[in-house]
T-cell receptor, first 112, second 115 residues
Framework: KQEVTQIPAALSVPEGENLVLNCSFTDSAIYNLQWFRQDPGKGLTSLLL?????REQTSGRLNASLDKSSGRSTLYIAASQPGDSATYLCAPLGGSNYKLTFGKGTLLTVNP | NAGVTQTPKFQVLKTGQSMTLQCAQD?????MSWYRQDPGMGLRLIHYSVGAGITDQGEVPNGYNVSRSTTEDFPLRLLSAAPSQTSVYFCASSSWDPSGANVLTFGAGSRLTVL
């Protein structure tokens, strides 16, 4: 059974800081790994998807990396802004069972 | 292009009642899934489907039923509601790309309260 852990559970930073969110997973047989953002009371928005054959993906100030062999992914946010405040979730998609397993998320607060 | 549409957005049930949460997507996605989100538990997979006529259980399937008679629709049925099923339910879909480039699109969620 896939287990996904996200560290830290919560993070509060001043505006402008660069930060790293960590995700680890126990089963490395995955199709891909997605990072999502969830605002309070809202649904999830996909930020980045890294295919199992890729090492990283970039979108604007976001960069996600994937190390399948060690079961780790990181989401790097450059020059953080108050609008980045949200919960960030990672979710690997199982390669053998097509099941998406979520971590519990990192609650990010960026203070002006 | 509406994406993934969930109805209703809010629902209150009494213990023992049954109901269906509707999920429809207009993107011709093969893969559809239902999750529940509870405080401290994160999102947990209830059921999923990789195509019309094919469904499978996720992590927490007990008390829920699904069917996939069309590509567009994936309803979630609560057979006999219990207070433990009070939660926010999310439906999600994606195309199926063997290379793994299948981005998941989520609905806005359905908040269910069982009294």
């Amino acid at each position: 059974k896939q287990e996904v852990t996200q560290i830290p559970a919560a993070l509060s930073v001043p505006e402008g800081e660069n930060l790293v969110l960590n995700c680890s997973f126990t089963d490395s047989a995955i199709y891909n790994l997605q990072w999502f953002r969830q605002d309070p009371g809202k649904g999830l928005t996909s930020l980045l998807l890294i295919q199992s054959s890729q090492r990283e993906q970039t979108s604007g100030r976001l960069n996600a990396s994937l190390d399948k062999s060690s079961g780790r992914s990181t989401l790097y946010i450059a020059a953080s802004q108050p609008g980045d405040s949200a919960t960030y979730l990672c979710a690997p998609l199982g390669g053998s069972n097509y099941k998406l397993t979520f971590g519990k998320g990192t609650l990010l607060t960026v203070n002006p | 292009n509406a994406g993934v549409t969930q109805t209703p957005k809010f629902q209150v049930l009494k213990t023992g009642q049954s109901m269906t949460l509707q999920c429809a997507q207009d993107m011709n996605h093969e893969y559809m899934s239902w999750y529940r989100q509870d405080p401290g538990m994160g999102l947990r997979l209830i059921h999923y489907s990789v195509g019309a006529g094919i469904t499978d259980q996720g992590e927490v399937p007990n008390g829920y039923n699904v069917s996939r008679s069309t590509t567009e629709d994936f309803p979630l049925r609560l057979l006999s509601a219990a207070p433990s099923q009070t939660s926010v339910y999310f439906c999600a879909s994606s195309s199926w790309d063997p290379s793994g480039a299948n981005v998941l699109t989520f609905g806005a969620g359905s908040r269910l309260t069982v009294l």
